[in-house]
């Protein structure tokens, strides 16, 4: 049942990350999402048993968190959703991939373990990625970001409603599965017999938020579009990070 | 089911974002067509709706555990496939951003994997063809029961797929395969029956709000057409997929490899314990496979490891000078 | 005659033709006036906004907003005049920021950017909350809330400002100072709620209505103070007209 207040807990606590005022923060939020990717793309091209390529890249969360003052604790709690099917895939390797590859004092050490250790930190490296790029960029920077690289605008706008009224029906749905478990105390979810009811219930209102959200955009000359202005251009601090990171990740692959 | 970062070769991650990047671009052109101002509020507010509605546990009757909301057949019954697409994406996008659910390079697979599936086919396939001819309690059931066993069970088969193109796992296949598809099977059924609950209640309440064959049948192209342009987009993605994993060095040999050799195994392998010796078997038949010139690598792998963490050391070093003298300025 | 006024003729409403909301509603409203509109839950005061500002089409009779019929063709036109404040502000706030919902309105009818930019930072100075411009909607308490839902009307520089229990979920502070906002505008304002201190308070007008129509029209003092008439239509005196129980 917490799931909903940890999801608004979540929501809160990075918006407040995305808020604070620091120089990483404050970087072109186009420039940290193209870096993010390319990291991400860099980071899962290198081999399966490139243990030293990857560990390497490992440079850019690391740098990111120190600089940018992020708790690296509060990004650990977020690889609990992620892992496990990483796990489950990369598990499998030192079973089924047994060449012997050297010792570790008399204990044989496996290509399938390398493997998996590979997998694992390539899992843990997107994970680290995405949590830097959203604990310094907020959502509407984010989709500032994908405005400038030409994604619709209806898709971008859709993107940001749905972000805003996130909020506030995670709360309508945590004020009913509260208000139902409050006279239902020995039930862990909602039982059978009320899952259209409760759910549906959500929906109708929501459908009737969305009505009267219409009705609101309506009033005041909402006509189908809507108006985006540009407002920050990069500057040159902005390509000069970019540069740099782009740079040490071609150095880091080539080398690697 | 969202598939992992981890999990996905940059260029199997590319072939699905192109994919889905296509299905969107030709989505946002029918959205616009219907020129309907009021979609975008409703798609947007319906988006955050599935959020939330998928944080709700549901108990399984019988068990101890819980289930969850269906989001692409729900919403595709209730804004249409196009809409429904799009407001999939949003959801996708932010939780991949938000709760790590999902990664931004696997965003193009899983919007495929599950938006994709869950909005186009559940309603070309499922829910326009059973409503043609009037809604009923019962229709309404099937449909998001069979809709969201079939689209979870595509989803699951596609996760495995990626998977194996991306050759990130010594996994077989078929091992691979024979788990995801009987967990999301019963997934499957209780996503079904939750969703089958509240559009249930949607009927009962609001009829209207479904969305209705009639008025969109006459534009919309037919059954066959669907599935020839699905049949297209299979042939399309298989293809970049193979070339994908072709260009990655132990890519698709190794795939096919590993396919071969699990497949053999079914026909006379035993479970698990079998899969493994046979797979050792092979990978010592074929010395030179997989792990060129093991000795050197790891032999340069002690001393790069060692070069790494001296390298990082200093960098960390220097990352703590950067903010002690920017703290000393400000 | 300022050209600043409503009228309402004879006007019918029902939902789906069946269920009548609203009948024979006839009364006119000009510039400066400043009506409360009072009645039990349910006797149609939001129907009757609605209808105001085109949002609920199909009824009988004439609406004309500054001689402009409420029409789906004139609707743009008539809206553009009139400012809605909607009792839910979430609905009402769809935008990520304060700013970028104060500046929706005045970008949708094609204001270049330094003036929207001036509109806005006139709004949210008006209302006397500067300090909240780029803050983020949803986290911000109910009366913020609603103070940023009134100043993305006011950026509209609307004629007649229409609201919907504005005063609900307001703690004191927050309801004092939208008292002092609501009287500040100087157009013609119509305020539906059911709180009849603050109805008092900013009001010169009452229109008391029961069971779709209208009941009582006439000077905010008279009606406010009759407990006969209130009483009889679900109402109550005013707390601070009403005589301590202790």
Known sequence: MNKLGNALYEIHHMDMLAAKDQWVNRLHPLVKLVLTIVFLTVTMSFQKYDLTGLLRMGIYPIVLFIVGEISFCDSIRRLRIVLPLVCFVGLFNPIFDRQVIGYIGTVPLTAGMLSMVTLMIKGIYSVLAAYLLIATTSIEKICYALRLLHIPAILVTQVLLTYRYVTVLLEEANRMTQAYSLRAPNQKGVHFKVWGTLAGQLLLRSMDRANEVYESMTLRGYRGEFYYTAKEPCKAKDWLYLGVWLALFAVLKVTG | ?330 | ?246
Request: aromatic share 8%; glycine share 8%.
């Open chain 3, 1 to 246: 005659m300022s050209h600043i006024h409503i009228n309402f003729e004879h006007v019918n409403y029902s939902y789906e033709k069946t269920v009548p909301i609203l009948q024979d509603i006839t009364f006119t409203a000009h510039e400066n006036d400043s009506i409360g509109l009072i009645g039990a839950n349910g006797v149609g005061k939001s129907t009757l906004l609605k209808l105001l500002v085109g949002l609920n089409p199909d009824y009988e009779g004439s609406i004309r907003v500054e001689e402009m019929p409420v029409v789906k063709e004139m609707l743009p036109k008539v809206r553009e005049k009139i400012g809605y404040v909607f009792q839910d502000s979430d609905s009402q706030l769809f935008m990520s920021t304060v700013f970028e919902d104060v500046a929706f309105a005045p970008r949708n009818y094609g204001l270049p950017e330094e003036e929207v930019e001036k509109r806005v930072n006139h709004a949210l100075k008006q209302i006397h909350i500067e300090h909240l411009r780029d803050k983020q909607i949803y986290k911000m308490s109910g009366g913020e809330k609603k103070m940023a839902s009134i100043a993305t009307i006011l950026a509209m520089t609307p004629d007649i400002i229409l609201m919907d229990e504005p005063s609900i979920a307001l703690d004191p502070r927050n309801r004092r100072s939208l008292i002092h906002i609501l009287n500040d505008f100087e157009h013609l304002k119509i305020i539906a709620s059911h709180d009849l201190d603050m109805i008092l308070e900013t009001c010169s007008r009452v229109i008391l209505m029961s069971g779709g129509c209208i009941v009582c029209d006439g000077d905010a003092k008279e009606i406010l103070t009759n407990q006969e008439l209130l009483e009889e239509n679900g109402l109550e005196l005013p707390f601070c007209l009403q005589k301590p129980v202790w």
């Open chain 2, 1 to 330: 089911m969202h598939m992992a970062d981890a999990l996905v070769a940059p260029a199997v991650a590319a072939t699905m974002y192109v994919c889905s990047g296509g299905v969107a671009g030709f989505s946002v052109k029918k959205v616009r067509l219907e020129s309907d101002p009021k979609k975008i509020p409703v798609m947007g507010v319906m988006g955050a709706f599935v959020f939330a509605a998928q944080m709700i546990n549901f108990t399984i009757p019988g068990t101890g555990s819980s289930g969850h909301l269906c989001g692409g057949m729900m919403l595709t019954a209730l804004l249409g496939p196009y809409a429904a697409f799009l407001t999939m994406i949003g959801v996708l996008l932010i939780q991949c951003l938000l709760f790590a659910d999902g990664g931004l390079l696997a965003l193009g697979c899983n919007i495929w994997n599950m938006a994709f599936y869950g909005c186009f086919l559940g309603y070309f396939l499922f829910w326009r063809p059973m409503m043609k001819k009037g809604m009923s309690r019962g229709k309404i059931v099937g449909a998001s029961i069979l809709g969201c066993v079939v689209t979870l069970q595509l989803g699951a088969f596609s996760v495995a797929l990626e998977t194996l193109a991306s050759g990130i796992t010594d996994l077989p296949f078929s091992v691979f395969v024979a788990t995801m598809q009987p967990i999301h099977l019963v997934i499957g059924l209780v996503e079904g029956l939750i969703t089958a609950a509240v559009l249930l209640f949607v009927y009962e309440a609001r009829p209207e709000m479904l969305s209705c064959s009639e008025e969109r049948a006459k534009s919309r192209f037919s059954f066959k057409k669907t599935i020839a342009i699905l049949g297209i987009a299979a042939l399309v993605i298989g293809g970049a997929v193979s070339l994908a994993a072709s260009s990655n060095p132990d890519g698709l040999e190794w795939s096919m490899e590993r396919l071969t050799g699990s497949t053999e195994l079914e026909n006379d392998g035993t479970g698990a314990h079998a899969a493994a010796e046979e797979i050792q078997e092979k990978t010592a038949l074929l010395p030179d496979y997989g792990f060129k010139n093991s000795d050197s690598t790891f032999g340069t792998s002690f001393s790069g490891i060692a070069g790494s963490a001296v390298v990082l050391i200093v960098c960390v070093g220097a990352c703590y000078a950067f903010r002690f003298f920017k703290k000393k300025k400000s």
